[in-house]
């Protein structure tokens, strides 16, 4: 618990990390504003319910460490649902998208042009290439979080598809991002006045889905999840229209592969230890807390 030595050395750790990536912080809002442009209400509700049928896939979306392998234990502890991993798949999708159209024309922009029959031979692909992490249970998870921004275009090809939004709160995620060194992308997250860029970000594309989107993607914050686990996990399982099952209160009973950097988390009960821990390292962060100041307010910081 020496907060100031530790920080110390996770400073350093992330600034020789950081010299080793490649990360553009205007390039992901210049994306993210082409996203916006694109998938506008007019175009989501021109192309409304048009592709694949299927309700089996659940993604799940949001920042990494913010709850998110909590969720996807909880739901794959449910008898009918598979728990896979962060897939690439959607993603591969908008390049073979981009493929698809004249030299010049890609994603996201060649989107607005999609047929009917594309949008459901897109969301089959989907479903075809993903057989490979599947059994035979009706519902299975991807739990790829960078598929937040893609949530446009899941929607044209997958209508019926779930989306879970892992929140948590800001400090408390873009602190344990920063404490991660994860095994690869997420580059980012080496530096705090880019994760909290990048955490705006963020917010900002889910508050576009919300608004072209609306009542379709839930919202599950990690605090509610820990404090009130019976009512959040009923609300997670109605939301994606499963029966209750005891289960998945005891998600950590649920033998399976995980392989993120929550893994040994969600083995254990549920437990109170990660909230607020941000304020262990207050008096470093204040970069960050700049950063966020749009979105924080009185509830965050409780």
């Not at 996770?10 to 442009?37: A, M, P």
């Not at 007019?42 to 694949?52: A, D, Q, Y």
Request: charged share 25%; proline share 4%; aromatic share 10%.
């Amino acid at each position: 618990k020496d907060f100031g030595e530790a920080w110390v050395h996770f400073q350093k750790g992330n600034d020789l990390r950081r010299e080793e990536e490649v990360y553009d912080s205007v390039q992901t809002q210049v994306t993210h504003d082409d996203l916006i442009e694109v998938f506008d209400e007019e175009l989501i509700k021109s192309k409304k319910g048009k592709g694949c049928q299927s309700q089996a896939p659940i993604f799940i979306v949001g920042l990494p460490r913010s709850g998110s392998t909590l969720i996807e234990q909880i739901l794959a502890s449910h008898s009918q649902v598979e728990g896979t991993k962060e897939l690439p798949d959607l993603s591969l999708l908008t390049r073979k998208l981009t493929r698809s159209r004249p030299q010049g024309i890609k994603y996201p922009k060649a989107a607005k042009d999609m047929t009917d029959e594309e949008l459901i031979e897109f969301g089959e692909s989907y479903l075809t290439t993903t057989k490979k992490y599947r059994t035979n249970k009706h519902y299975f998870i991807d739990k790829m979080p960078n598929n937040f921004a893609h949530i446009g275009f899941l929607k044209m090809i997958l209508p019926n598809a779930k989306i879970i939004n892992a929140q948590r709160n800001p400090l408390d995620s873009c602190i344990s991002s920063y404490k991660q060194l994860f095994y690869k992308g997420q580059s980012w997250s080496y530096d705090l006045f880019e994760i909290g860029e990048y955490y705006l970000e963020y917010q900002r594309m889910m508050d576009h889905w919300h608004q072209v989107i609306p009542g379709e993607i839930l919202d599950l914050k990690y605090d509610n999840l820990i404090n009130n686990q019976q009512h959040e996990t009923e609300r997670l399982l109605n939301y994606c229209g499963l029966e209750w099952e005891e289960g998945c209160l005891k998600f950590y009973e649920t033998k399976r592969s995980i392989n993120t950097a929550s893994s040994e988390q969600v083995r254990q009960p549920i437990y109170k230890g990660a909230m607020n821990a941000w304020k262990n390292y207050e008096s470093h962060i204040e970069p960050l807390i700049e950063t966020l100041e749009p979105i924080l307010n009185a509830e965050d910081l409780n």
